[in-house]
T-cell receptor
Framework: QQQVKQSPQSLIVQKGGISIINCAYENTAFDYFPWYQQFPGKGPALLIAIRPDVSEKKEGRFTISFNKSAKQFSLHIMDSQPGDSATYFCAASRGQGAQKLVFGQGTRLTINP | DTAVSQTPKYLVTQMGNDKSIKCEQNLGHDTMYWYKQDSKKFLKIMFSYNNKELIINETVPNRFSPKSPDKAHLNLHINSLELGDSAVYFC????????????FGPGTRLTVL
């Protein structure tokens, strides 16, 4: 079963716009929620992550919003740039012990110049 | 100075063959992982080793056998390859089994004909 559902599957945003990708999870035992960025031909790389004790985390142009009661979290990319064009994966895991990351299906983001 | 490296980058083989993918990390990490990314880019964990000891073993056919000769290496051997094994296989590592950030290698694209 898909424990982490991600949407949309693909997203096109104009340069300078805001990109928003959403994820929903089912397992309430999850307490670590990272976002990974993957460029073509490369492995995923950690972009930003959040724990459920905060509702928002911001790093530069990237912000995670977290809604524990709704079991949802989202990635916002402000002032989107062509270099942000990549596939983005949300994930979730239990923050302790062996880290079994459960990934969403991925969102292919294209920023048009 | 590559952190997590995999060989080969591409692997094309016939059904029924046996093949191996090698992974090495020079980060001094204790924990290593194998992930499979299918044609729809869905990423799923297969195995994890901590200090050469298997700690995560997902529901993977026993044709797949990981081997960790030391904590810097985690190889994946696949017997009797099937068409459905075609995918990109990613190796990753983390500081320890409880460490949250995982560092991914560049991937090995396996094509079974």
């Amino acid at each position: 079963q898909q424990q982490v559902k991600q949407s949309p599957q693909s997203l096109i945003v104009q340069k300078g716009g805001i990109s928003i990708i959403n994820c929903a999870y089912e397992n309430t035992a999850f307490d670590y929620f990272p976002w990974y960025q993957q460029f073509p031909g490369k492995g995923p790389a950690l972009l930003i992550a959040i724990r459920p004790d905060v509702s928002e985390k911001k790093e530069g142009r990237f912000t995670i919003s977290f809604n524990k009661s709704a079991k949802q979290f989202s990635l916002h990319i402000m002032d989107s740039q062509p270099g942000d064009s990549a596939t983005y994966f949300c994930a979730a895991s239990r923050g302790q012990g062996a880290q079994k990351l459960v990934f969403g299906q991925g969102t292919r983001l294209t920023i048009n110049p | 100075d590559t952190a997590v490296s995999q060989t080969p980058k591409y692997l094309v083989t016939q059904m029924g063959n046996d093949k191996s993918i090698k992974c090495e990390q020079n980060l001094g990490h204790d924990t290593m992982y194998w992930y499979k990314q299918d044609s729809k880019k869905f990423l799923k964990i297969m195995f994890s080793y901590n200090n050469k000891e298997l700690i995560i073993n997902e529901t993977v056919p026993n044709r797949f056998s990981p081997k960790s000769p030391d904590k810097a290496h985690l190889n994946l051997h696949i017997n009797s390859l099937e068409l459905g094994d075609s995918a990109v296989y990613f190796c990753a590592s983390s500081l320890g089994q409880g460490s949250l950030e995982q560092f991914f290698g560049p991937g090995t694209r396996l094509t079974v004909l």
